[in-house]
Structures are given as structure tokens and as C-alpha cells.
């Protein structure tokens, strides 16, 4: 495994194109929130598979699905963002978040769960928070449960983060969103029961949001216990994908998110709302949810479907 390019250098995150033995490509990338340093706070997000085979129409991760990655293939990321940026023995970071969240759905590789039994004795840190973000495949009962055994053993008291894809809380329009076979609400909702023990982190509902529609709050009210879950509100990043389906985000601004009825009307029935806005300069970077290995697979510039928007050169790994 080789790192065969890393966009430029940035204050704020840096994508790296990775290729495997076989010639698989895949991409990862390194993070902080400014003004926090990367000592106080440093994110890592990282790839499971090469393309994805679900293909939602907001991401430019699906296609061209190679199959899953390795154990070490994953171990491959982590390393590689550890030496270039902490190559001490010990990661002295205050909270190290590991985001299984860039290419690929984590449910439908148990490699990822082999990295989640080895990260406490493999990375040694003062504070691991693993997030796994997932849309709950349907025949992944097995990766679930080995979740739930991993959490309770190793990742208690608050540091683990469960992330479900919802995006509408209408079936059929959640069809479009996510066209793959997945878990009813109903089904999220009792492994929520299951998952969720008294210090555990509140399981994330996440709604990339194109309309307003998409929140329903008597939907989610029925389902899902505000003890339990929270709602995470994110734009719809300007990717390729969601540009060739003219999917536009409702708002980049996170008061006028936490404006909305159906986000007030949320709040009052007690649910935590985020407004997951994050940084424009991260749609430059293409930290979000870009897809470097098909552009430059196809030998093309990875320029956003945004015009305000473009990504920086791609630089050859080792120039800055």
C-alpha cells in the first residue's frame, strides 16, 4: 500500500489518495475545528471499502465498488496520518476522533470491527472516539450485535458515537436518498433500546437536508425516544453527484436550521438538535464528501458542481 496523492497543505484538513497492492484506490482524510489546534482536538476519517455499492445521489463515494478493505488496509490510514502529523510513540492529542465515514458503509465490512477490537492496545492516545456512521444495511444483524460486545468492553462511558443515515422520514422519498435494502425505523428505534446504557452517547440521527419535509416531527416522534437519540441536521454538500441530480442543501447557515418549525417543534419535545454546518473552506478542500479517486481516475480536475467552489490541486505525496 502506497499513498499515491494528498491535496495541498492546509490549515484545516488534508484528503489523501491511497492505493493498494492490487491496485485498488481509496481516500482518507485528516481534520480539526478551528480555532481548536489538532492537539486539542484532531479527527480522522476514514475509508472502508474502495467506491461503495450504494450509490446515494448526494455522495461521490459510490461506484466503481472494489470491494471491501482490510484490517490493515484501515490500520494503513491511521498510520499514515499518525507519522505525518504526530510521529511520536504516544498521540498526544486531547480527543482523537476516528470517523469510519468516508468510502464505503462500515456495516458491511467486519474488518472494521477487527480495527475497533485492536485501536485501544495499537493506538496509544489519552482519549479514542470511534464513530461509525452507517444507514443500517439489512443482513448486518451480526456486525450490529459485535458493536453492542465492543462498546460495552471497550468503549463505555461515552466514548463511542453511532451514527444512522435517515435523511427523510418518509419511507419511500428515504428510498431515493439511500437505494439500498436497510433497517425500518422501527428496527433503528429498538436497537437504539439495546445499544444505548446509562454514560453512553446518545445514537445520532442524521438528516442531510434538501426540504424541509424531510423532518417530520410526528414521524420521528413516534419512533425514536429523545433519551436515546439526537437529531444532526448537515447540508448537502456540493459534490459531483448531488450537482448531477440537482440536489441543492436548504441552508448553510446553522441559525436559520435551528430557525425552522419543524426544528423548534423538535427542541420542544425535548430531542438535542446539532447543526452540523461545519466550514466552507471544507467544500474547497473537498473534506466533506468529494471523490478524488474517480476524478482522477478519469483524468479530470476535481472540480465541484458548485462554481464558487473548486477543489485545490491534487500534489504528488511528499511535495507540500
Keep these: ?62 461506484g466503481d465498488y472494489r470491494g471491501p478493505l482490510s484490517a490493515e488496509e484501515i490500520w494503513f490510514q491511521l498510520d499514515t496520518l499518525r507519522r505525518q502529523f504526530f510521529p511520536e510513540p504516544f498521540l498526544p492529542v486531547r480527543l482523537f476522533k476516528i470517523q469510519f465515514a468516508r468510502m464505503g458503509e462500515p456495516a458491511l465490512n467486519p474488518a472494521v470491527c477487527d480495527v475497533l477490537a485492536d485501536l485501544p492496545s495499537r493506538m496509544k492516545a489519552r482519549n479514542i472516539t470511534p464513530c461509525v456512521s452507517t444507514i443500517a444495511p439489512k443482513g448486518c444483524d451480526r456486525f450490529f450485535a459485535r458493536l453492542i460486545e465492543l462498546k460495552e468492553r471497550l468503549y463505555r462511558d461515552g466514548r463511542f458515537q453511532l451514527q444512522f443515515s435517515i435523511h427523510d422520514m418518509d419511507p419511500a422519498r428515504r428510498d431515493t436518498w439511500i437505494p439500498a435494502a436497510k433497517w425500518g425505523f422501527a428496527e433503528i428505534a429498538a436497537f437504539g433500546e439495546t445499544f ?125
Aim: aromatic residues 6%.
Design 1 to 62: 500500500m502506497k499513498v499515491i496523492a494528498r491535496t495541498a497543505a492546509s490549515d484545516l484538513a488534508t484528503v489523501f489518495i491511497a492505493e493498494s497492492s492490487d491496485g485498488r484506490r481509496f481516500e482518507f482524510v485528516e481534520s480539526r475545528q478551528p480555532p481548536r489546534p489538532r492537539l486539542e482536538k484532531w479527527v480522522a476519517i476514514l475509508s472502508v471499502s474502495s467506491g461503495c455499492p450504494v450509490k446515494c445521489p448526494i455522495c461521490d463515494a459510490g
Design 196 to 320: 444505548v446504557r446509562p454514560g453512553d452517547r446518545k445514537i445520532t440521527l442524521n438528516f442531510a437536508l434538501a426540504e424541509e419535509r424531510q423532518l417530520d416531527p410526528a414521524a420521528i416522534g413516534r419512533y425514536f425516544d429523545p433519551a436515546l437519540f439526537l437529531i444532526k441536521i448537515t447540508p448537502v454538500n456540493p459534490t459531483f453527484r448531488a450537482g448531477q441530480n440537482g440536489i441543492v442543501g436548504l441552508t448553510k447557515d446553522a441559525a436559520s436550521i435551528l430557525a425552522l418549525p419543524s426544528v423548534r417543534s423538535l427542541a420542544a419535545e425535548g430531542y438535542d438538535i446539532i447543526a452540523s454546518i461545519g466550514e466552507l473552506e471544507e467544500n474547497r478542500i473537498g473534506s466533506n464528501c468529494g471523490q478524488y479517486v474517480r476524478a482522477m481516475e478519469r483524468g479530470t480536475s476535481p472540480v465541484l458542481s458548485a462554481p464558487a467552489y473548486t477543489y485545490p490541486l491534487v500534489v504528488p505525496a511528499g511535495e507540500n
